[in-house]
C-alpha cells in the first residue's frame, strides 16, 4: 500500500482507537490543519492522534514516544507527551501515537505581540531543554553538525527564491557561519526543528512547543536559530541575554542557519502558492519576515 492509497480519515482514527485503544474510541475526533511527516487529529479536549504519514520511517514517532516522556516533565512549557502506542495492522500499515494536546494556536497561523515575553519564554524553554544528551540519544543525518554540511542545501534554497537585492548579504551571513568554529561541548538535546509551525502562541507569547519528531543530539546553534525564525524583530539580544550560555562562535552559526531555514520556508512557501504537494502557504511570508531579521538583527 502505497502513501497515495492510504487516505486518513477521523472513520480510519475512530476504527483504530476501536481496535487498540477502545476506551478512547468514543472522544470527538477532528482534524487539525497542517501536519506534513504526521497527520494529526484531535481527540476529545485534551488528546491528539498523530498518524504516520509523508514520514518513510516509523523512528521519528518511535524517538518521540522514547525520549518526550523523559524530556518533558523538566521542560518551563507544555509539549505532546505520548499516552498510548498505536501498532501497524491491516486497517492502517504504519504507526500512530496518541498524545496530550498543546494548547494555543501555531505561529505560522497567528502572531506574537509580547516579544520580550516570548525571548524569555524561549530562552528559558531552550536552557532546560539544552542539557547533554546520553550516549543512546538519536543522532541526525542530515542535521545537527556545522552549518558547512548543509552548504548544498543552502546553495540550492539560495538559487531558488533568495530575493535578488539581498542576494549578497545572505550570502555573506552563511559564509559567516561556514567559517564559524567548530562545536567544542557535548552533543545537547536539540529539538531541531523550531519554525513557525512548531510553536504554539496565546495571549500574544509563546505557550508551547511541538513536533520533537526530529530531535537528536548535536550543536545547539540548530535550535538558537530561532531567535531570528521565531521571535518578532527587536528581540535577538533580550532572547540571548536570557538565555546566557551562547558564545560568538554558536551565535554565528546560529545566525547562518537561520539564514538557510528563512529560505526554506520561502521555499515551501512558494511551493503552495503553485499548489505542488508539501507547500505551505503561510511559510512564504513568515520565512521572508525571518530573512529581514536575520539581515536586521
Not at 71 to 77: E, V
Amino acid at each position: 500500500m502505497t502513501d497515495a492509497e492510504i487516505e486518513i480519515t477521523a472513520d480510519l482514527v475512530r476504527d483504530l482507537l476501536r481496535e487498540q485503544h477502545p476506551d478512547l474510541a468514543g472522544l470527538p475526533v477532528r482534524e487539525v490543519a497542517g501536519g506534513w511527516g504526521n497527520q494529526m487529529w484531535r481527540l476529545g479536549d485534551g488528546l491528539a492522534v498523530r498518524m504516520q504519514r509523508m514520514d518513510p520511517t516509523p523512528q521519528l514517532q518511535l524517538n518521540e514516544r522514547r525520549w518526550l516522556p523523559v524530556l518533558a516533565p523538566r521542560l518551563p512549557l507544555p509539549v505532546p507527551t505520548p499516552v498510548r502506542s498505536g501498532e501497524p495492522s491491516a486497517r492502517f500499515p504504519k504507526h500512530w501515537t496518541v498524545m496530550t494536546w498543546v494548547p494555543g494556536e501555531p505561529l505560522d497561523h497567528s502572531s506574537i505581540s509580547r516579544g520580550d515575553h516570548a525571548a524569555g519564554t524561549l530562552a528559558g524553554f531552550l536552557k532546560a531543554l539544552h542539557v547533554e544528551a546520553p550516549a543512546d540519544a538519536p543522532v541526525s543525518g542530515d542535521r545537527g553538525g556545522h552549518p558547512r554540511t548543509c552548504t548544498d542545501g543552502f546553495d540550492r534554497f539560495f538559487r531558488a527564491v533568495v530575493p535578488g537585492g539581498l542576494a549578497d548579504d545572505v550570502r555573506a551571513v552563511w559564509d559567516d557561519a561556514v567559517a564559524a568554529p567548530e562545536w567544542e561541548g557535548p552533543p545537547l538535546w536539540v529539538h531541531g526543528d523550531l519554525h513557525p509551525a512548531n510553536v504554539v502562541v496565546s495571549d500574544g507569547t509563546l505557550s508551547g512547543v511541538i513536533d520533537f519528531g526530529d530531535m537528536f543530539a548535536g550543536d545547539p546553534a540548530w535550535d538558537l536559530a530561532a531567535a531570528w525564525v521565531v521571535l518578532p524583530a527587536g528581540t535577538v539580544s533580550r532572547f540571548f541575554d536570557a538565555y546566557g550560555q551562547a558564545d560568538a562562535g554558536t551565535i554565528r552559526r546560529a545566525r547562518g542557519l537561520a539564514a538557510l531555514k528563512s529560505l526554506f520556508l520561502m521555499l515551501m512557501g512558494r511551493n503552495g502558492d503553485r499548489g505542488l504537494p508539501g507547500g505551505k502557504p503561510a511559510w512564504g511570508p513568515a520565512g521572508r519576515a525571518a530573512l529581514d531579521r536575520v539581515l536586521r538583527d
